[in-house]
C-alpha cells in the first residue's frame, strides 16, 4: 500500500489522523481530489487499508496508508521516519483523530448501531439532552479522552513539526469543537490562564489537565467549574485550542488553525448530527487549502472565523 504515490511533480504532501472513518476519510478524500498526496492514517490497519481501498475505487490513486495511532510513541515515531524517507517534507498535517470518552449506558449501544434514526425530529438540544442522560463518563474513559484528543495531537505535531518546516508554508488544522470553547468552563481563573497566550506556557497546560483529572477523581468538577457532561472531552480541546495559538505564535511561518467541522453524524456522535461527515469535512479542508498568507492561530466554527472563548 505504502508504494502506490506516482504524482506529478511535487505535490503537496498531507498526513490525516483518524483517516479511516467519519470526517477524517472525507478529508481524505476531498484533499486527494484537490490534488493533494494524503497520506490517510489510521490506528487499525485493516481499516486503514479498507480506507484506502475505497478512495483508489473513487479513482484517487494519490492516496497511501500508514498506521498511525495517536497515543503510541513508537507508532508516532514510525511514521515520522517514513514521511522523513519518502517525502522529506510535509505540508499539511490535520489532527482529526479523537475520542468522545464516553460510554453509553448498557444496552443502548445496539440500538444506536441499528437505528440510524434514533435522532430522527429531534432539535440540536434535544440530540444533546438525549446524549447527557444516555452517557457515562468513567474516570478511565476521561483520561483517555484527553491523552487521544489533547496529547495525541501534541506529540503527533511535534514529531511531524520539522517536516512541516521543510514546506514553503507548512499547516497544521487541528478538529475542534464548540465544546472547547472557554465559555464552557467557569472557572474563571482557568478560564482565563487558558486564554492568556502571552503567558500560558506548555508545562502550564499540563499542570491545569493534571489538576482537571485529579478533580475529576475526586468528583470534584462541578465544585471547581470544569465543564460538565463529556467533561475530559471539553476540556482537552480547550488545551488543543491554547496550544495550536502557543504554536502559532512561536512558529509564525507556519499556518496552525482549529476548526470545529460542525455537529456531523459520525460515530463520536452516535450518528446524531445535523450534517453530512462530507459537509464537516468540507469546513476542515476549506482551512486546509487556504490560499498562502492565510490566517493563523484563528478558530473556525464551520465556515466562519470566530472566537475561542
Ligand atoms: N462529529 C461531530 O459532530 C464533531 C463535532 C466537533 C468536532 N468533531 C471532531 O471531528 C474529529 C473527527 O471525529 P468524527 O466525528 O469523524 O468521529 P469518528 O467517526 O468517531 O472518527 C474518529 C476517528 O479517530 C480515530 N481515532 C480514535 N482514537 C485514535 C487513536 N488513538 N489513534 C488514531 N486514531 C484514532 C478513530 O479510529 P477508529 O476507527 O480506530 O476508532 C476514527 O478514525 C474529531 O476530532 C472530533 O472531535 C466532530
Not at 490506528?43 to 487499508?49: F, L, N, Q, S, V
Request: contains cysteine.
Amino acid at each position: 500500500m505504502e508504494g502506490a504515490i506516482s504524482s506529478g511533480p511535487n505535490p503537496r504532501i498531507a498526513v490525516v489522523t483518524g483517516g479511516n472513518k467519519g470526517i477524517g476519510f472525507e478529508v481524505c478524500r476531498q484533499l486527494a481530489s484537490h490534488g493533494v498526496a494524503v497520506v490517510l492514517t489510521a490506528r487499525d490497519e485493516p481499516r486503514g487499508a479498507e480506507a484506502v481501498e475505497k478512495l483508489r475505487a473513487l479513482g484517487l490513486a494519490q492516496v497511501i496508508f500508514h498506521q498511525l495511532d495517536v497515543t503510541d510513541t513508537s507508532s508516532i515515531a514510525t511514521l515520522f521516519v517514513f514521511l522523513k524517507t519518502r517525502f522529506g517534507k510535509l505540508d499539511i498535517l490535520v489532527n482529526n483523530a479523537a475520542i468522545g470518552g464516553l460510554l453509553v449506558h448498557a444496552g443502548l449501544n445496539k440500538l444506536i448501531c441499528r437505528c440510524a434514526q434514533q435522532f430522527a425530529g429531534m432539535d440540536f438540544d434535544q440530540m444533546l439532552e438525549w446524549m447527557v442522560k444516555n452517557v457515562r463518563e468513567p474516570v478511565d474513559s476521561a483520561k483517555k479522552g484527553v491523552q487521544t484528543n489533547y496529547y495525541g495531537t501534541k506529540h503527533v505535531t511535534e514529531a511531524v513539526l520539522p517536516l512541516l518546516q521543510s514546506s514553503s508554508e507548512g499547516r497544521i488544522v487541528n478538529v475542534s469543537s464548540l465544546f472547547g470553547l472557554l465559555r464552557l468552563i467557569s472557572n474563571e481563573e482557568v478560564r482565563q490562564e487558558l486564554n492568556d497566550i502571552d503567558n500560558l506556557t506548555e508545562e502550564r497546560l499540563d499542570e491545569l489537565l493534571d489538576r482537571f483529572l485529579r478533580d475529576f477523581e475526586a468528583d470534584a468538577l462541578e465544585a471547581r467549574g470544569w465543564p460538565m457532561g463529556c467533561s475530559a472531552y471539553k476540556v482537552a480541546k480547550a488545551a488543543m485550542n491554547a496550544y495550536s495559538r502557543l504554536l502559532s505564535r512561536r512558529h509564525p511561518a507556519l499556518r496552525v488553525n482549529c476548526v470545529h467541522p460542525g455537529y456531523v453524524k459520525t460515530g463520536i456522535t452516535m450518528n446524531s448530527g445535523v450534517l453530512t461527515p462530507e459537509e464537516g469535512a468540507r469546513n476542515v479542508v476549506k482551512v486546509a487549502l487556504a490560499p498562502e498568507g492565510g490566517p493563523t492561530g484563528k478558530f473556525f466554527a464551520e465556515d466562519e472565523e470566530a472566537s475561542f472563548v
